[in-house]
Structures are given as C-alpha cells and as structure tokens.
C-alpha cells in the first residue's frame, strides 16, 4: 500500500514538473544538426577514420580541439579503460503530505593512453557562425598496419612477461627442490 502511495506521489510531483516546465506550448519540430557529409563516414581497407568536432570562439582553438577530439576517439578506438560508478539516492519525509527527494548521480572516467605513427589529417572544414564563433570538423585518419603492429607488439610483450613469470616459478621450484635435498643430507 506504501508502495502504492510513493508511486502515486511521484506521478504527480513529475506531471507537475512537466507542466511547470512545458514553455509557451509551442512545440519545435526537431531540426537535423549539421555535419558536412564525409563526416561520419566509414573507415576502409587501409585506415581507420576517427572524427572531431569543436566551436570556439577562435578559429584556431576550434581545430586544435577538433584534432584533439578526433585522436581521443581514436585511442578509445582501439583500447580504453573506463571506471563508472551510479548512484540512486530516495528519500521520502512527512506524514500526510510526504515530500519525496531523488537524485541520480553518474560519475564515469575513460582513460586511453595510445601512441600513433603515420596519422593524417583527411579532411577538415571550418564554418564561421551567426553568433561569429567558428565551428571546424576534422577526419582523421590512422593506418590499420600501425594499428595492427602495435597490437601484435601488445601481445608480444605479454607472452613475453608470461614466460619470465613461468621460469620465474621454475626456478623458485628448483631452489625449494634443492633446499629439500640439503636439509635430507646429514
């Protein structure tokens, strides 16, 4: 039944927010946000394409950020560690006319660490706003084979770190092997 009463309670506390919140009445058709058309295309046989995009208030600092945007996308791409954690939080206070808090809290991190050779810049294009701020689109473009050495590389060191733990382990066996031998002589 308290169940029933919070769920109620909640329907209309965010009805009210909607209506609160509704505007003029006015309702706008969504518009299509602009993207020149080679952005967003698919990667081929040879590269992989990654993309940016920033506006800023100087033309300079719009592709800097947009280069930086596209080679983030790039390092995710292909390895990235990503921490996350959500917290729900619900309190419900008063008797005959409870009030019910809720709060929601996403807090996330994505941490890439890549080194790149042989990355180009295939296109770029820079728009000047209404507003006067200026709006610059980058594709870049990372070669599958640096990718793909690298990765072999990745393996190679692990295989490589493996097998000097196991003879590692070898060895401490054959120090316990002859430990156990010297404690059998008289």
């Known amino acids: 039944m308290k169940v ?3 769920l109620i309670i909640m329907l209309v506390v965010s009805s009210m927010f909607l209506v609160a ?3 003029s009445g006015r309702v706008r058709a969504p518009r299509e946000v602009f993207q020149p ?3 967003g295309a698919e990667s081929n ?3 992989i394409f990654t993309y940016g995009q920033a506006e800023r208030v100087s033309q300079q600092a719009a ?3 947009a280069y930086s945007m596209a080679m983030v996308e790039a390092a995710n791409t292909i390895e990235v560690q990503v921490t996350a954690m959500i917290k729900n939080f619900i309190s419900e206070a ?3 006319t409870p009030e019910v808090l809720q709060l929601t809290e996403v807090v996330s991190r994505t941490v890439a660490n890549q080194r790149f050779s042989g990355t180009h810049i295939s296109e770029r294009q820079t728009f000047v706003l209404d507003n006067g701020r200026y709006q610059h689109f980058v594709r870049i473009s ?3 084979s640096e990718i793909n050495r690298d990765m072999m590389n990745r393996i190679r060191n692990e295989e490589a770190l493996y097998n000097r733990f196991r003879a590692s382990q070898a060895f401490e066996e054959l120090d316990r092997v002859i430990q156990g031998m ?3 002589r008289p």
Do not use: K, L, N
């Open 4 to 6: 029933y009463r919070v």
């Open 21 to 23: 919140c509704g505007g």
């Open 37 to 39: 058309r080679w952005y």
């Open 45 to 47: 046989d040879e590269f």
């Open 63 to 65: 592709e800097a950020s």
């Open 94 to 96: 008063g008797y005959e």
């Open 142 to 144: 990372v070669p599958r």
């Open 182 to 184: 010297d404690a059998m």
